[in-house]
């Protein structure tokens, strides 16, 4: 089974940009939403982001990407709009809540930066082989491989760790939990005895992964012992130009 | 070649020992088969082979292991490493890459294999293997038994002297079993490496080991060749371990005094023997 942010292969535009401009580009939208004021730009760079998916040939996922963070932005949304009270009363509530248009304003904009930065971090792990990060961290920037290798570790095991917690609950489901339950409070008490038996078995895979690292010559290592070159082309060029435009539009609006 | 002088090895916090004076040599070129019931120690021995105990995990230990004259208490196991190649009971544990080409690359860099030779090495190991054709795929997306599969080709692509491998048919049906056997004959045979090999599918063990090393309490109980330790069949079933029934049905023959021959190791060996006592006289 794909998890969310498990590599999808391919050969699109995407797929084929050095991964370390990939890393570039990612920051460099997720920059493009803090820099601005401007809900347009958000929403722009959303829009920027579901047609760079559409091109990778995982819109698809994507979308389910914004669905799992619709929940999450609602949530926040509601807690900002009630916490702001600067700007003009649009709606006076009982206990002197209130909800003002700044408030309404800056709720928007945060959670529409939320999803516009979630996005271009997941589309990066999507196109880009998780050993390609280290490796092209430590051949272009000359990152000791160590702390590299810890990095793309941490990428690898977020689909590993929600594979294993699915596993987890089929299980508990197959003894008679309900975990589709609708009280969002239920489920939680329903996960939360879940997280000791992830962590024995999230600590016993980094366990048995370091033992083997250790056992095929992980500290020998050198800077250069890589035998993938991560070469320049012009397709790296004209990405990272498109990303330097939508940051310069950010800034300027 | 290896050597282990008493040997011994008790896990912090644990009462009994897993390794208990365990005296053996291993000479160069073996193909050596161990065997013992869950618990016997096999696999704290390969971790003492691998130079993990006593470097990773911790406790009271005793004794000399030499492997190819580097004393494993004094080397660290990336040292060890160069010469000897493990794969562990946990394979899902060892993967450290998410590509199964990356998994075989990922030790061949490590160790600074020349560029030019690499490509050549992670194509020889995944088409002995027999997993050529996943060599773009994901890990996460493969069986256990071709996950199996990947980590032993990551092994053998980095050509250690000495390999050992902890159950590595563990999740593999009959005929998967049987190719990475040959596999690991093939290695012996045609390149001179030695293997050792923990493996509870005891027929098949006998078929490819040229000797067998039985454990029972960390305790190495017997080891020599294959069809001497097979003699011992009631030290073997003691000790908890299965012998090939052809074994068992030609002991059966022989206190019968229906048969006299050397006693068989696999089916066809079985056939033999049968055809020799039911031949009229």
Do not use: W
């Amino acid at each position: 089974m794909k998890g969310i942010l498990d590599y999808v292969p391919g050969s699109s535009f995407l797929h084929r940009l050095n991964p370390l401009v990939k890393l570039l580009l990612a920051f460099v939208l997720c920059a493009a939403c803090f820099v601005t004021g401007n809900h347009f730009i958000v929403l722009g760079v959303i829009a920027l982001n579901l047609a760079l998916a559409l091109s990778a040939g995982i819109l698809g996922r994507a979308l389910r990407m914004l669905r799992s963070l619709l929940k999450l932005s609602a949530l926040l949304f509601l807690v900002q709009i009630f916490f702001v009270r600067e700007g003009a009363t649009l709606l006076a509530l009982p206990l002197g809540i209130c909800i003002t248009d700044l408030g309404l304003s800056f709720s928007l904009l945060f959670v529409l930066r939320l999803l516009a930065a979630a996005l271009p971090l997941g589309l990066m792990l999507s196109v880009t082989q998780t050993s390609d990060i280290p490796n092209v961290l430590v051949r272009r920037l000359g990152l000791p491989y160590q702390y590299a290798f810890v990095l793309g570790t941490a990428i690898r095991f977020i689909p590993l760790f929600a594979q294993e917690m699915a596993g987890i609950m089929e299980a508990q489901t197959a003894r008679g939990v309900e975990f589709d339950t609708g009280n969002f409070f239920k489920k939680v008490a329903l996960l939360l005895p879940l997280c000791a038996p992830l962590l024995v078995s999230s600590v016993r895979r980094i366990e048995g992964g370091a033992i083997s690292a250790e056992l095929r010559g992980f500290y020998l290592r050198g800077r250069k012992s890589g035998y993938k070159d991560y070469p320049f082309a012009l397709r790296d060029l004209c990405a990272l130009l498109g990303g330097a435009c939508a940051l310069a539009l950010a800034v300027l609006f | 070649m290896i050597q282990l002088k008493n040997l011994g090895f008790r896990y912090s916090g644990a009462e009994r020992l897993a390794l208990d004076g365990i005296d053996l040599t291993v000479e160069d070129g073996a193909f050596l088969g161990l065997i013992g019931s869950s618990g016997a120690g096999k696999s704290t021995l390969c971790y003492a082979l691998s130079g993990i105990v006593p470097h990773h995990y911790r406790g009271d230990f005793y004794g000399e292991a030499r492997i190819e004259g580097m004393d494993s208490a004094e080397h660290r196991p990336e040292e060890l490493s160069r010469v000897l190649g493990c794969v562990f009971q946990d394979i899902d544990g060892q993967m450290v890459a998410s590509v199964v080409e990356d998994e075989i690359l990922f030790g061949l860099e490590n160790f600074g294999v020349p560029r030019d030779e690499i490509e050549g090495r992670v194509t020889q190991a995944l088409a002995a293997a027999g997993i050529s054709e996943l060599r773009g795929r994901l890990i996460s997306e493969l069986s256990g038994g071709q996950r199996q599969k990947v980590a032993i080709a990551a092994i053998t692509a980095l050509r250690p002297k000495i390999i050992v491998l902890d159950e590595p048919t563990g999740e593999l049906d009959p005929r998967s079993s049987r190719r990475v056997f040959e596999t690991l004959k093939e290695l012996n045979e045609k390149h001179g490496v030695t293997i050792i090999v923990v493996e509870q599918k005891i027929m098949l063990l006998c078929e490819f080991a040229k000797r067998l090393a039985v454990m029972e309490e960390g305790r190495l109980i017997l080891e020599g060749e294959v069809p001497a330790v097979l003699q011992s069949a009631g030290r073997l079933e003691a000790a908890g371990v299965n012998i090939p029934r052809v074994t068992t049905l030609a002991r059966a023959l022989r206190e019968e005094g229906l048969y006299g021959g050397k006693l068989p190791l696999n089916l066809d060996e079985g056939e033999a023997m049968m055809r020799e006592v039911l031949r009229p006289c």
